[in-house]
């Protein structure tokens, strides 16, 4: 993906986790969910690169970090975005997570005592039960599916990504989502990811969903097949003080279907919360 480049390197546990660092100003992290990488964010963070420093990251397993044949599991994110954000000398950023990347972003605070200066959390992984009947399928079948034929995999992971957009995506626009999960390593690591889902890692934090301690909006796609909205309305109701938006006409990934509601959701939400 040469028009999104990921030019640093951070080693986490013996890996290669690649980043980037953009603009100037007060801190904004992005982090992505699954199958995807930071790549989510192309529309979304270029916005921001002058009045923010920007910060994002390819998860481990995900995008152009690591291939890694062991834990790349929820489990394990959220210690790697706690490292990252003492790597790049954060003690309370703005931040921005999608789909998984809740899950880590929620996990990191209320585990690993990490603080933000705001949170917004969109379609993410936060209540349980979660997982398509794909997902679950890939589960228990995990060897079986990282070894299908190449055609197959380049029909597979398309049909996959598409459930998560309502608009009608070019081959050339979905690209960049498919390709790192074709042929060797990618394939593997698809499979991978999707086996060590395990509903324990949201359960391990929702029950201290009233103790998050910053303000908190979460954007949900009207048209979330993947996560309905209802799930989002609940966590709503889970989390004191916090602002709820559907965003209509849009699935899963807003940030294909509506990147215009993230922006602007954003521009109301930051300036709110200036540091002094």
């Known amino acids: ?20 660092v953009r603009g100037d100003g007060p801190p ?8 995807f990488s930071s790549y989510v964010w192309h529309r979304i963070a270029p916005h921001f690169i002058t009045t923010h420093r920007v910060h994002y990251f390819d998860l481990l397993g995900y995008g152009l970090s690591d291939k890694v044949d062991g834990d790349v599991s929820l489990g394990m994110q959220n210690e790697l975005l ?17 789909d998984f990347g809740g899950a880590t972003v929620l996990r990191a605070h209320l585990l690993n005592g990490k603080d933000y200066r705001s949170l917004t959390l ?20 995990e ?3 990282s070894g299908l034929p190449d055609y197959i995999q380049q029909v597979v992971v398309p049909a996959y990504i598409r459930g998560a957009i309502k608009r ?57 097949k993947w996560i309905p909205i209802e799930r989002g309305r609940a966590l709503h109701r889970m989390i004191p003080g916090a602002q709820f938006y559907p965003v209509p006409n849009a699935g899963h990934l807003v940030q294909e279907d509506a990147p215009e509601a993230i922006v602007a959701a954003l521009l109301r939400f930051l300036p709110l919360h200036k540091s002094p």
């Open 1 to 20: 993906m040469t028009d999104w480049p990921l030019a640093q390197t951070y080693r986490f546990n013996g890996h290669s986790v690649r980043f980037a």
């Open 168 to 224: 009608e995506i070019p081959d050339d626009e979905l690209a960049p989502y498919v390709q790192p999960w074709l042929g060797d390593p990618g394939q593997a690591a698809f499979y991978r990811q999707i086996a060590q889902m395990d509903e324990r890692y949201t359960r391990e934090v929702e029950g201290q969903y009233s103790s998050i301690r910053c303000p908190v909006q979460i954007l949900w796609g009207e048209e979330d």
């Open 82 to 98: 706690a490292r990252l954000l003492e790597h790049w000398g954060l003690d309370c950023p703005d931040v921005v997570a999608h």
């Open 143 to 145: 060897a079986a599916f």
């Open 28 to 35: 904004l992290v992005f982090v992505h969910g699954t199958p």
């Open 122 to 141: 969109i379609d993410p992984v936060a209540l349980s039960p979660w997982g398509s009947p794909f997902v679950q399928h890939v589960r228990q079948h």
